[in-house]
């Protein structure tokens, strides 16, 4: 009798995973070009763009699977394509002076920046010349969001401003790079580097994806306003206040745009 009520209760846990996916295990990165991993997301509604206050997060579809990269694009990944050196904090660049003692090794894995929208177009453009099996693009705000929390789909699992191994409401420069002086929530004042720094510094959210918060923000695909010409960017940066790297925080800029405190991330399907 036992052995049958373990059966059954074995049986409920997996339909309720397979019923919600988001509830299962991440799935194991896949391997992408030019060292980078990607991690796929299922389709799914979700709640986006809760800011603390009741009734803020919509119910939003992400209407097919797709995948999105780890970390930013960096900088070395950046020159292996285009050939050129954009950014701020490199060795030639108005920044050198704050990078003069990280080694050049770890100089190439910090993120791209002082690249526009259309530049982060351009580099799409090549790799996907280069690349085949995959269509690579910008992640969308509302993937960008839904990647952001974790995967989560329940109004409770979106109802946090942050997200790493589990959710929370407050952010230290200890987890996230940014201006420690001004942390969010209940969080202590932290560090502050008054610069970029190597992707995946800090731990991940539960999907394995680093830097969801703070480094540099993060170009979308989307216009802020339909009509309009410019796009958004989501994230948060090194430079700013802890309350710039919610989840929810929304920032943007015109498609032109080159800045050091703004980069980008992948996304990708597969080409069918």
């Known amino acids: 009798m036992l052995s049958h009520r373990v059966l059954v209760a074995s049986c409920l846990v997996v339909a309720a995973l397979t019923a919600n996916p988001a509830l299962a295990q991440p799935a194991k990165p896949k391997d992408g ?96 010349e280069r690349e085949k099996g995959y269509q690579y693009r910008l992640p969308r705000e509302a993937e960008w969001e839904y990647a952001c929390r974790g995967g989560g789909t329940s109004e409770e699992e979106c109802s946090y401003h942050f997200y790493f191994a589990k959710p929370m409401n407050a952010l230290s420069s200890k987890e996230a790079n940014f201006d420690g002086n001004f942390p969010f929530g209940k969080a202590d004042k932290g560090p502050y580097l008054q610069r970029t720094t190597k992707v995946g510094s800090y731990a991940p959210n539960k999907l394995g994806l680093y830097d969801m918060h703070g480094n540099v923000w993060q170009w979308c695909e989307d216009l802020w306003e339909k009509g309009g010409s410019v796009r958004v960017n989501r994230g948060g940066s090194w430079r700013l206040a802890g309350i710039f790297c919610r989840a929810a925080a929304r920032n943007w800029r015109a498609p032109s745009y080159r800045g050091s405190l703004l980069g980008f991330r992948l996304a990708r399907v597969p080409v069918r």
């Open 33 to 128: 070009p030019l060292g980078m991993k990607f991690v796929p997301l299922p389709k799914a509604t979700f709640y986006m763009g809760w800011n603390g206050e009741t009734g803020s997060a919509k119910k939003t579809e992400i209407k097919e699977d797709f995948e999105i990269a780890i970390h930013t694009v960096t900088h070395g990944q950046w020159q292996e394509v285009m050939g050129n050196s954009p950014s701020y904090f490199s060795r030639n660049g108005e920044g050198k002076d704050k990078v003069k003692d990280i080694n050049d090794e770890d100089l190439k894995h910090f993120p791209v920046e002082s690249v526009s929208w259309t530049d982060a177009q351009e580099f799409i453009k090549k790799l996907n």
